[in-house]
């Protein structure tokens, strides 16, 4: 099983809101990504989870807060968006033992639309 | 800063036609090249490449690596209709869990 689940698949949501998206993956992978993806453009890595702690963040505004409860959830809280910040976000888990390569499965996304 | 550089970035093919998909890369510290199909959604993934010169093959889809020269080809032999896709070329790095992506080949499959 090489399942990655996210929800909501859509949310449209206004610049007060506060809203979050949820993913979930039960391979035992330790090591789980947010990614932002506009419209013809590739993905673009915001977040790493490693062990359930945050080892990458690039330079994402505070408006993004991710959260990893345990090793099977990922969490992105959104709070004060803008209209730009509208894109699908696409939730990733890979393997991660020390020097490995893995590849990593992407969810189906939330596609996000900010007004 | 990390290079990842796709082509060509676009193509249209009819069914039966054979595709071959560039990626060249500059990257620091590279651990392994992968290759993901995105149709509508998520990214699939299709290959990982760490070691040059043994061509890796799914069905119709093959893919190698050469990390003298930097870079990596995808072929697709028999195209089908379903292969309309873009194919994403992703840089792996060492030590760290970080992809770096190249801008896609699009790629359109006509009857």
Known sequence: ???????????????TNKKSLKCE????HRAMYWYKQKAKKPPELMFVYSYEKLSINESVPSRFSPECPNSSLLNLHLHALQPEDSALYLCASSQDRHRGAYEQYFGPGTRLTVT | ??????????????????VTLNCSYEVTNFRSLL???QEKKAPTFLFMLTSSGIEKKSGRLSSILDKKELFSILNITATQTGDSAVYLCAVLHYGNNRL????????????
């Open chain 2, 35 to 37: 290759w993901y199909k």
């Open chain 1, 1 to 15: 099983d090489t399942e990655v689940t996210q929800t909501p698949k859509h949310l449209v949501m206004g610049m």
């Open chain 1, 25 to 28: 993956q039960h391979m035992g």
């Open chain 2, 1 to 18: 800063e990390d290079k990842v550089v796709q082509s060509p970035l676009s193509l249209v093919v009819h069914e039966g036609d054979t």
């Open chain 2, 100 to 111: 770096a992506f190249g801008k896609g080949n699009q790629v359109v499959v006509i009857p």
